[in-house]
């Protein structure tokens, strides 16, 4: 199993990126995917996660800026990042959970990708 994160960058405050993260030795419609962070120094982070049939759990500090959406026939998983600030810098990773629980903890996620960079300046 593979995940390769990409759309990770630079950007001002208030700004927007957009996460991919592409999968391959799995199947999308047999696991949870999800987005967690993880910022220098500090514990990774859950930040959002998709059922398979399309449910979506976006964590409570990042509900109305972040959405979590995905594409199952391309086995691709998205994160849109908009108002984006400088605390929401870090590494993030795209994870994955055979099942269809929509688990928080990153303890519960057995597939990890590599991770992508986001950096939000002030």
């Known amino acids: 199993v593979q995940l390769v994160e990409s759309g990770g960058g630079l950007v001002q405050t208030g700004g927007s990126l957009r996460l991919s993260c592409t999968g391959s030795g799995l199947t999308f419609s047999d696991h949870v995917m999800g987005w967690f962070r993880q910022a220098q120094g500090k514990e990774r982070e859950f930040v959002a996660n998709?059922?398979?049939?399309?449910?979506?759990f976006v964590a409570d500090s990042m509900k109305g800026r972040f959405t979590i959406s995905g594409d199952n026939a391309k086995n691709t998983l998205y994160l849109q990042m908009n108002s984006l600030k400088p605390e929401d810098t870090g590494s993030y990773y795209c994870?994955?959970?055979?099942?269809?629980?929509?688990?928080?903890?990153?303890?519960?996620?057995?597939?990890w990708g590599q991770g992508t960079q986001v950096t939000v300046s002030s």
């Open positions: 994870a994955a959970r055979r099942g269809t629980s929509l688990y928080v903890s990153a303890d519960e996620y057995t597939f």
């Open positions: 998709r059922s398979w049939d399309g449910i979506t």
